[in-house]
Structures are given as C-alpha cells and as structure tokens.
C-alpha cells in the first residue's frame, strides 16, 4: 500500500451522492493535515475539505459547504459528497502533510496544492445532468 489510496469514485445523476475513501498508512496519519483536492480539466487543482486527525477540526470550500462531509477512521479519511452537481465533476486527490504547531488553525489556512508533500493517485468524479 502506498501512503494514501483513494477509491469510491463514479458516475452519478445531478442530485446523487457517492462516497470517497481514502486509506492512510500508519505512517501518514497521526498528526497530519489531510485534505481532498479536486482537478477539472483545464483548471486548477482546489481544496475542497480538510481535516486535522489529531482534532477533527474541519474546513470546507463555499462551494461544497452544506454539501459534502469529511470525516476520519481507523487511518481513513471519507468524503461524502451529496447533492452532487455536473460542476462537481473532477479527479479527486487525497493529500496529507505533517502538521508540527497550530494544527487547528492549519486546517483552514493550508490551502495551496503545493503545501502538501503526500498525494494519492486520484480518483474521477462524473456528475452527468
């Protein structure tokens, strides 16, 4: 196993829903900013959700607040995504970087894509309308 495995993507309906999995080696769990990332094509990669394992603290994008769901388990961290719409349509990336202080307020201000050192390989999303 690599250090972070997504899986859970799909095709859905506008309106469906579809949960993203990614599973964390002990090595890459405890202590470390994780976060889901999304890349459309022609478009930059964005943050989606974060979570900090060591407190649960979160952070959403306004576009999927109300909407999507990060959570953690046992070294897995899921994304559950409802109400998807065709926007939401991208490959998914779990990425996670150590965290040494201030890791709550770290969640919500490690934002850019190349401040996270660990990636999976990615997962695609197909929302159709």
């Known amino acids: 196993q690599g250090p972070l495995e997504e899986s859970g993507g799909g095709s859905v309906q506008a309106g469906g829903s579809l949960r993203l999995d990614c599973a964390a080696s002990r090595y890459t769990y405890s202590r470390y900013l994780m976060a889901w990332f999304r890349q459309a094509p022609g478009k930059e990669r964005e943050r989606v959700a974060s979570i900090y394992t060591g407190s649960d603290a979160k952070w959403y994008a306004d576009s999927v607040k109300g909407r999507f769901t990060i959570s953690q388990d046992r070294r897995m961290i899921y994304l559950q995504m409802n109400s998807l719409k065709p926007d939401d349509t991208a490959t998914y990336y779990c990425?996670?970087?150590?965290?040494?202080?201030?890791?709550?307020?770290?969640?919500?201000?490690?934002?850019?894509?190349?401040?996270?050192?660990?990636w999976g390989q990615g997962t695609q999303v197909t929302v159709s309308s």
């Open positions: 990425a996670a970087v150590y965290c040494h202080s201030a890791c709550d307020g770290q969640v919500w201000t490690t934002s850019a894509a190349d401040e996270y050192n660990i």
